[in-house]
């Protein structure tokens, strides 16, 4: 049985997606749900689904904290990033490597960076009138959205779109590629 532990800060739909995509699959399983939000609605997601979930602060996410202790112990295959916006410490990332990824609401390495996060991202692209965007699942290393590209998917932007509008085409995607991608990968 392979094991993908979700990281996530916020509403969790992707978090969603993932446990209800991998539900249907027998030989992956997302065994635990981690926020460094303790209000995140991720949590109350995950406990709906029967997956563990708990928060943590700065002290435990930091280099050697109990969250490292943790990971260590349950060994993931896939540490996945769903909405997480901490920069993830270098030894979390020594520790895993290639088994970080991320999925960023934008074409990377387009309107990425520290700060460029939700509907930041799509207010910066509606403001500098983009035609496209999309989404980056990619491996996270030690710089904010600078790792190795897994995969994209393009939307259109039509010219009255709002960062609403956008923020709504960006999800369906999300939605449609993530948990497959996540799967390809752990093949
Ligand atoms: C998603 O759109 C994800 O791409 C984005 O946050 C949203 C989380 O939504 N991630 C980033 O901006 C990371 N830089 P969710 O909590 O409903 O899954």
Redesign the pocket.
């Known amino acids: 049985m392979k094991k993908i532990i979700i990281l ?8 969603q997606s993932i446990m209800d995509h991998f539900k249907e699959v027998d030989s992956v399983q997302v065994s635990l749900v981690l926020s460094n939000k303790p209000q995140a609605f ?1 949590l109350e997601r995950a406990s709906k689904f029967g997956v563990p979930a708990m928060s943590f602060n700065r002290s435990a996410f930091a280099k050697a904290g109990t969250v490292e202790t943790l990971l260590k112990a349950e060994m993931p295959d896939l540490l996945v ?5 901490w920069k993830i410490p270098e030894s979390l990332v020594k520790l895993f490597p290639n088994k970080i990824i ?4 934008a074409l990377l390495p387009n309107y990425g960076g520290k700060g ?3 509907m930041n ?1 799509h207010r910066a692209i509606i403001e500098n009138k983009e035609q496209e965007s999309g ?1 980056t699942i990619h491996y996270v290393n030690e710089n904010y ?1 600078e790792g190795a590209i897994i995969k994209q998917a393009t939307c259109r932007i039509s010219q009255n779109d709002t960062a609403d509008d956008l923020a709504a085409k ?2 369906k995607l ?1 939605q449609e590629h993530f948990a497959k991608t996540i799967e390809e990968l752990l093949k």
């Open positions: 996530a800060s916020g509403n969790g739909t992707n978090a991720v990033l769903a909405g997480f916006l991320n999925i960023h609401p460029m996060y939700g991202v989404i959205d960006i999800h999300e």
